[in-house]
């Protein structure tokens, strides 16, 4: 009799767990867990009849949490379903979740971001072109502006479901796909000659003469170059340099300077 | 003490600090206060432990930081007590350790700081005891002692 069994799904998949019980006609209760994710499944003499993932439940929660690559599990023997909501053998569960996987690829493929905005295309693809009616919701609040989650939200529908039927407006050619183009980091400022001339005082005081090579040491440790060193990474290298004075009286002093330069710089 | 909290506060996006004796006793917090007292104090006790549980795992640590979606707690074990400085994410955090490490030394230095800090000396592993701590907490503690 299995009781108690818990572990890391990395180790030991959902999958494995679930044929392990099946094989031994367990009926308990599976208790997942994901960062802030959790789950539920319920087996009865080994058929899983109840899934429920966050409030989720039925065969989307078994297919969402079978999904799961990491995280952690308990079962529990003997703790019967609250409800039924799945009255499939598990060998069927599987192979319906393996076809959703590899559904979500195909479409991960042409969609690959729900922040996608699609608009329509300018030029019909066929002189015939026949739209379901759960499609033509979709089509009415493609504006070329609205994201693929905006649409979603708007319909209040599952984003798979609104995935699904995007992918076949696209792959059909009534629709086009535009992304946003990544917003540019804004440009650091660097610490300049200035700051380095100061801090080589500064280190010297406390180190003595070997402060240009300790503050290249430094600058090495943190991949950085006198040329590049950003301004807001200036703490960072006094800490590290700070790190290396043994006398701690001239450690407090060197970090006292520095943290007196750095917010003159930060106000200037 | 009070002159070093402020120094704390004063650099950018920290939100206050404070500092609490080993049985989670606030000793001196930023005025105004950054958290409630029962939080503050909540905060110190069990940091305090966690600092001891380190040590009896072979992994002493004196500084910690604790890293939320809205805020960091940076800890800092001054043996007798633990500085705790309150952040924002955007806090530059080896700003924040170097001010804390002088703010430290300045206390070192002063005798009332010193004075303040010994009426609150308690020695922090005889407080990790049975009717101190939870079943979970006592038999986690008991397995890093024993592995210690």
Not at chain 2, 119 to 139: I, Q, T
């Amino acid at each position: 009799m299995v009781e108690g069994l818990t572990g890391s799904l990395a180790q030991l998949s959902l999958a494995d767990i679930l044929k392990m019980l099946a094989a031994g006609s367990q009926t308990g209760r599976i208790e997942l867990s994901s960062g802030l994710d959790r789950g539920e499944l319920y087996l009865e003499n080994g058929n899983v009849v109840h899934a429920d993932a966050s409030g989720v439940f039925g065969e989307r929660a078994f297919t969402r949490l079978l999904s799961w690559p990491n995280g952690a599990f308990r079962f529990e023997a003997h703790i019967p379903a609250p409800e039924t909501t799945i009255d499939k053998p598990l060998d069927r569960l599987f192979a319906e979740s393996a076809r959703h996987a590899s559904e979500r690829e195909a479409i991960r493929k042409v969609i690959p971001s729900m922040s996608a905005v699609p608009k329509l295309a300018k030029q019909s693809p066929a002189p015939t072109v026949t739209i379901e009616a759960h499609e033509w919701q979709i089509i009415a609040l493609v504006d070329g502006q609205a994201s693929i989650t905006e649409i979603a939200d708007v319909l209040g529908r599952e984003e798979f479901e609104i995935l699904k039927q995007l992918y076949r407006l696209k792959t059909t050619g009534l629709i086009e796909l535009t992304f946003a183009q990544p917003v540019a980091a804004p440009q650091r400022v660097v610490a300049g000659a200035q700051f380095f001339a100061f801090l080589t005082t500064a280190v010297a005081a406390a180190m003595g003469p070997l402060a240009e090579i300790v503050i290249d040491d430094a600058l090495d440790a943190l991949g950085l170059t006198r040329a590049t060193m950003p301004r807001d990474a200036t703490a960072a290298l006094a800490e590290r340099i700070s790190a290396d004075i043994r006398d701690e009286n001239k450690r407090v002093r060197f970090q006292q300077t520095m943290l007196a330069a750095i917010r003159n710089q930060a106000a200037a | 003490m009070e002159r070093g909290l402020a120094q704390l506060g004063a650099t950018p996006h920290v939100g206050g600090a404070f500092v609490c004796d080993n049985k989670g006793e606030v000793i001196v917090s930023s005025d105004p206060a950054v958290l409630a007292t029962v939080t503050m104090s909540t905060i110190g006790r069990e940091v305090g432990r966690a600092f001891i549980a380190l040590e009896a795992a072979g992994r002493a640590a004196i500084r910690m930081e604790l890293v939320y979606d809205t805020w960091r707690l940076f800890a800092h074990d001054i043996s007798d007590a633990v500085v705790f400085v309150v952040c924002q994410p955007a806090a530059d955090m080896a700003m924040v350790r170097m001010t804390v490490d002088v703010v430290v030394a300045g206390w070192r230095k002063d005798g009332d700081a010193q004075k303040r800090l010994a009426r609150h000396k308690a020695v922090r592993r005889e407080l990790v005891n049975r009717s101190e701590l939870d079943n979970g907490a006592w038999l986690t503690w008991s397995m890093l002692e024993s592995r210690g």
